[in-house]
């Protein structure tokens, strides 16, 4: 995917502050009271509207929603993770005398897993 491990490391920085962005917009969403929304929809403001809409009329989508994007975000950071810094890892392994197949198997738990 990306040569340069800075290089993917930004790539996965922006990922996570793009994933940031998302989870601040998904609990000032559920955690907005309704009567307050209810006053900004009668004040004309047409974001109050429809989070009244999506909130009553489709819950479970907006939820299914967010969680989709919280794991497509966690997918694309851990794909750019392992295809960037497996192999640099797996041989930094290699040199302390670590068979190749534990030290790949190292490599992907050590990136995969956090």
Known sequence: MLEDPLQSLLVCLVLLLFEGVVTASEIS????????????????????SRILTMQSDQPLEL??????????LHLLIGAVAISSWMLPLTELLLLYNCPEALAVLFAVVLIALP
């Open 29 to 48: 969403v559920f955690s907005v009271r309704e009567t307050r929304l209810q006053q900004l929809a009668e004040e004309g403001r047409k974001s109050a």
């Open 63 to 72: 939820q299914q929603t967010t969680l989709f994007t919280h794991y497509l």
